[in-house]
């Protein structure tokens, strides 16, 4: 299995406060993404980012930040989450070739109270 | 029109069955194609790559037809542990992103 660990696993939170969910790999990937699943929407991309400090906004960014300040780590910040961002968030990493397969950590499942 | 559309299904198959999905996609300009199967409540993951000429694995085999934009993923003799959620994967205008179908749902019973 791909060296992906997101962090948390499930978090339930209030309307309005701040989010972060972090995406960490071992694998020294160049590229790494941030998706959303909900049911009848299937998987959209939130943001991605091509290389340390060089991000861009996916489908879906609306809300959303994100950061990454070393290859490893890549952050997804909800400033002030809202009951729609409850979902299923899902990271994923790539190198770039082979087509960009793309290999996903288990997710992080968010509740918005 | 959506980049990537399946059929949802479900798709309800005995063991030992062959089970057929379909695939469109919208961007002719497209050059990366698979199949990942995602099970219920966990992570996508890879099934295959989908090349021009078509490829086989094991019991899966897919295909890809450029000229009308479509994709199949055929599985032969179906087991119990198939029973996924089936997702369409074409790569995106950006290049680096993919987009992914909403999946089809099989169920294969005893």
């Known amino acids: 299995d791909a060296g992906i660990t997101q962090s948390p696993r499930h978090k339930v939170t209030e309307t309005g406060t701040p989010v972060t969910l972090r995406c960490h790999q071992t694998e020294n990937h160049r590229y790494m993404y941030w998706y959303r699943q909900d049911p009848g929407h299937g998987l959209r991309l939130i943001h991605y980012?091509?290389?340390?400090?060089?991000?861009d906004k996916g489908e879906v960014s609306d809300g959303y930040s994100v950061s990454r300040s070393k290859t490893e780590d890549f952050l997804l910040t909800l400033e002030s989450a809202t009951s729609s961002q409850t979902s299923v968030y899902f990271c994923?990493?790539?190198?770039?070739?082979?087509?960009?397969?793309?290999?996903f950590g288990a997710g992080t499942r968010l509740s918005v109270l | 029109r959506k980049e990537v559309e399946q059929d949802p299904g479900p798709f309800n198959v005995p063991e030992g069955a062959t089970v057929a999905f379909n695939c469109t996609y919208s961007n002719s300009a497209s050059q990366s194609f698979f199949w990942y199967r995602q099970d219920c409540r966990k992570e996508p993951k890879l099934l295959m790559s989908?090349?021009?000429s078509g490829n086989e694995d094991g019991r899966f085999t897919a295909q890809l037809n450029r000229a009308s934009q479509y994709i199949s993923l055929l599985i032969r003799d179906s087991k119990l542990s198939d029973s996924a959620t089936y997702l369409c994967?074409?790569?995106?205008?950006?290049?680096?992103?993919?987009?992914f179908g909403k999946g089809t749902s099989l169920l294969v019973t005893p």
């Open positions: 989908v090349y021009s």
């Open positions: 994967v074409v790569n995106s205008n950006s290049g680096y992103a993919l987009n």
């Open positions: 980012s091509y290389g340390v400090k060089d991000t």
């Open positions: 994923a990493i790539s190198t770039g070739v082979a087509g960009n397969i793309q290999y």
